[in-house]
């Protein structure tokens, strides 16, 4: 487990440049999108009562009546938003590509490449098959949800014909723990394939998905490390809740304040995803390098990964 940390940091401080990489790609998506509202809400910032109600603890509602309105023309733009999130899934998709391409250990192969053109042929040449692999992992999830939602059905009918009032509060504590249980092998299934398809470039992504969850299955001493970097993004999510939740941002300072906040807690959500992935790229090196995917017809993008050490993770 130690030797997969540090594998891990050694990997991101080799590559810090990836860590704003991935920050551009949650940031522009986000100021496109305003670009687009701006011109719609103006109208409704400029009026400074109206805007202390977005802005305030009632936004919610706020914000429900100022869409709806017709003569703010905002219901147009947000029927784009189905399109703009699609837009954006690829995005990220193509990007992360590019940034596995990377962390396999293909900026130091023999041709020399820099990280610009190395992270653009991984888009370009691996793209197409981590949006298949996307498509695998949400039909993945979709059933994973609806799965846990049965649960939680029997669980109220079980609820309404019993005079113990703990039953929902019990059923819902199991559907987490069940869901918990199910989508953390599934994401470092999801994301094993990927650096599979990469390092031996392979083109069959429901096979590699399926046999990386075979492995991850049988090693769920993987599960802590994933386990690790989520608490502290959850921890992250929760310092930012609680920051948001200090006052109403109805200054200009104040938004301006908290905007420089949001960039911090997405440059540090950047990180840690980089950590993540970086050390599922040691999981795939403690795991023999296998091609799950199946190999490609040009060899492997990268030289042999460095080794984690002779010795075995110690959970």
Same mark, same amino acid.
């Given at each position: 487990?130690?030797?997969? $940390?540090?594998?891990?940091?050694?990997?991101?401080?080799?590559?810090? *440049?990836?860590?704003?990489?991935?920050?551009?790609?949650?940031?522009?998506?986000?100021?496109?999108?305003?670009?687009? #509202?701006?011109?719609?809400?103006?109208?409704?910032?400029?009026? *400074? +009562?109206?805007?202390?109600?977005?802005?305030?603890?009632?936004?919610?509602?706020?914000? #429900?009546?100022?869409?709806?309105?017709?003569?703010?023309?905002?219901?147009?733009?947000?029927?784009?938003?189905?399109?703009?999130?699609?837009?954006?899934? $690829?995005?990220?998709?193509?990007?992360?590509?590019? &940034?596995?391409? &990377?962390?396999?250990?293909?900026?130091?192969?023999?041709?020399?490449? *820099?990280? +610009?053109?190395?992270?653009?042929?991984? #888009?370009?040449?691996?793209?197409?098959?981590?949006?298949?692999?996307?498509?695998?992992?949400?039909?993945?999830?979709?059933?994973?949800?609806?799965?846990?939602?049965?649960?939680?059905?029997?669980?109220?009918?079980?609820?309404?014909?019993?005079?113990?009032?703990?039953? =929902?509060?019990?059923?819902?504590?199991?559907?987490?723990?069940?869901?918990?249980?199910?989508?953390?092998?599934?994401?470092?299934?999801?994301?094993?394939?990927?650096?599979?398809? &990469?390092?031996?470039?392979?083109?069959?992504?429901?096979?590699?998905?399926?046999?990386?969850?075979?492995?991850?299955?049988?090693?769920?001493?993987?599960?802590?490390?994933?386990?690790?970097?989520?608490?502290?993004? @959850?921890?992250? #999510?929760?310092?930012?809740?609680?920051?948001?939740?200090?006052?109403?941002?109805?200054?200009? @300072?104040?938004?301006?304040?908290?905007?420089?906040?949001?960039?911090? @807690?997405?440059?540090?959500?950047?990180?840690? =995803?980089?950590?993540?992935?970086?050390?599922?790229?040691?999981?795939?090196?403690?795991?023999?390098? +296998?091609?799950?995917?199946?190999?490609?017809?040009?060899?492997?993008?990268?030289?042999?990964?460095?080794?984690?050490?002779?010795?075995?993770?110690?959970?």
């Amino acid at each position: 487990m130690a030797n997969l $940390l540090r594998f891990s940091v050694d990997r991101v401080r080799d590559h810090r *440049r990836l860590v704003w990489v991935l920050y551009l790609t949650t940031l522009a998506p986000a100021l496109l999108w305003a670009g687009l #509202m701006s011109t719609h809400l103006f109208s409704g910032f400029a009026d *400074r +009562p109206m805007a202390e109600d977005l802005l305030g603890p009632k936004a919610f509602m706020t914000w #429900m009546e100022y869409t709806a309105s017709p003569d703010t023309k905002v219901g147009a733009v947000l029927g784009l938003l189905p399109l703009f999130l699609v837009a954006s899934w $690829l995005l990220q998709i193509y990007v992360s590509a590019g &940034v596995t391409h &990377v962390l396999v250990g293909a900026e130091q192969s023999k041709d020399g490449q *820099r990280l +610009p053109s190395t992270l653009w042929a991984g #888009m370009h040449h691996f793209g197409g098959r981590f949006a298949r692999s996307g498509l695998i992992f949400l039909v993945a999830v979709v059933l994973l949800l609806v799965l846990v939602g049965s649960l939680g059905g029997v669980g109220t009918a079980l609820a309404d014909g019993s005079e113990d009032e703990t039953w =929902k509060l019990r059923i819902f504590v199991l559907q987490v723990l069940l869901g918990l249980a199910l989508f953390i092998p599934l994401d470092l299934a999801y994301d094993l394939s990927r650096i599979s398809a &990469v390092a031996h470039d392979g083109r069959k992504m429901f096979r590699g998905f399926r046999k990386a969850l075979g492995t991850v299955v049988r090693s769920p001493r993987y599960w802590l490390f994933y386990l690790g970097f989520a608490l502290a993004a @959850v921890a992250v #999510m929760a310092i930012y809740g609680w920051v948001s939740g200090l006052g109403s941002a109805s200054g200009g @300072v104040a938004i301006f304040l908290m905007f420089c906040f949001q960039q911090i @807690v997405l440059l540090v959500r950047s990180r840690l =995803k980089l950590g993540l992935w970086a050390g599922e790229v040691g999981m795939f090196r403690e795991s023999g390098e +296998p091609t799950w995917c199946g190999e490609g017809r040009r060899p492997p993008v990268a030289e042999p990964l460095p080794q984690l050490g002779d010795s075995s993770f110690v959970v």
